[in-house]
């Protein structure tokens, strides 16, 4: 029994963004001396050269990475690097601080292995973010950044929040994800219509002075010819990849009580429709568009599934919350022990592997 499932059930009897909250501070302070990273990094990192993926201009330790979220305010990246993950994104980063939706905002379904959010883009804004990443430094791992607009502001404002965002931050990152499908923020507009994503990344570009990889983050529950007509919209603008899959509004299957809150549900209930949407993008592309695969990963076949599907590289949250500190380095370890018993020498080689 490791220490993490003798803490759990003391941690679940918090409400759940309490519990968060605490583990972050925990995090921070594991992080702030070197001594304390570098116990970190002895008990729970593990390196293997199958590991390694190179994309988007930099080269991912392993492909295991914690997604948007978690980490919203960048307080711990350096903290997720000495766990064993071989990236973070932070956010979704807006213009201004924002407070978000009222609590209870955040729901474990412990019976489904899943939670339900509906936060509503809290955090801290750019500003802070940013005197942040440059008070602690960069981690030693590619850093993506997810930004977002600003819950009242109308389509035209949403395009300059987009682009105050980028302009401040893109220069801490390895990619940047322009999150347009989030469950549970105002619906005033279509903000995957093909006009509005033009407009953004029209405006994105004009405003790099790096070649930093943009890419989108989509959600789980369009039609699936609604998924490929986005899609092909990426890749007429030209996008670098995309983030497979946002939460769902789906509660199909669900046995847990909390299960009928609002709000978008993540971990294992999403897997499956996760890794399907990943498979179509594939097929449709060709192989030919990144993807970043997210949705209900929390071992090592999950994540090989992803990989297996069409992902380069592999995200979770609500898997860190139930599994613990230990999550990356078992994934990772059992990745290569998959990628052994099929014949690969590297998660590249698997990448798509199902559909060739």
């Keep these: 029994m490791t220490l993490y499932s ?5 941690a679940f009897q918090l409400p759940a963004e309490t519990a968060h909250d605490l583990g972050k501070r925990t995090l921070r302070a594991a992080q ?11 008990a729970y990192q593990y390196e293997h050269p199958a590991l390694e993926v190179d994309l988007f201009d930099t080269t991912f330790p392993n492909p295991v990475g914690v997604a948007a979220g978690f980490d919203k305010n960048a307080e711990v990246t350096h903290a997720l ?5 071989g990236f973070a994104e932070i956010g979704t980063v807006t213009p201004h601080p924002q407070s978000g939706n009222d609590r209870p905002r955040l729901f474990r379904l412990r019976d489904d292995e899943g939670m339900i959010n ?6 801290q804004g750019m500003t802070q973010v940013r005197d942040r990443l440059e008070a602690d430094g960069t981690p030693s791992f590619p850093l993506g950044v997810n930004i977002g607009k600003m819950n009242v502001s109308t389509e035209r404002e949403a395009i300059e929040d987009y682009r105050r965002v ?11 994800v322009v999150n347009v499908s989030c469950p549970n923020t105002p619906d005033e507009f279509d903000e995957t219509s093909p006009e509005h994503l033009r407009t953004i990344f029209e405006t994105l570009e004009d405003e790099a002075h790096t070649d930093v990889p943009m890419l989108v983050k989509i959600g789980p529950d369009e039609p699936a010819d609604a998924v490929l007509e986005l899609v092909d919209i990426v890749q007429e603008l030209g996008l670098d990849g995309i983030v497979a899959t946002n939460t769902s509004t789906s509660r ?6 909390n299960r009928e809150e609002w709000g978008g ?5 999403v897997e499956d429709r996760s890794t399907d949407v990943i498979r179509s993008i594939t097929e449709h592309t060709d192989g030919d568009l990144p ?6 990963v929390d071992s090592p076949v999950s994540a090989y599934r992803k990989i297996r599907a069409g992902a380069s590289l592999v995200q979770l949250y609500t898997g860190f919350v139930y599994q613990g500190p230990s999550t990356a380095k078992r994934i990772n370890r059992g990745l290569v022990a998959l990628l052994k018993r099929d014949g690969f020498d590297s998660v590249e080689d698997a990448v798509g592997a199902d559909l060739e």
């Design 6 to 10: 003798r803490v759990r059930p003391f």
């Design 32 to 42: 702030s001396t070197w001594p304390t990273r570098a116990a970190l990094s002895a």
């Design 81 to 85: 690097r000495a766990l064993g993950f």
């Design 118 to 123: 509906r936060m509503g883009f809290n955090g």
């Design 166 to 176: 980028f302009t401040r931050l893109s220069p801490f990152a390895d990619y940047v």
């Design 252 to 257: 199909d299957g669900l046995e847990s009580p």
């Design 265 to 269: 549900l993540s971990g294992k209930p």
């Design 291 to 296: 993807i970043i695969g997210v949705g209900g």
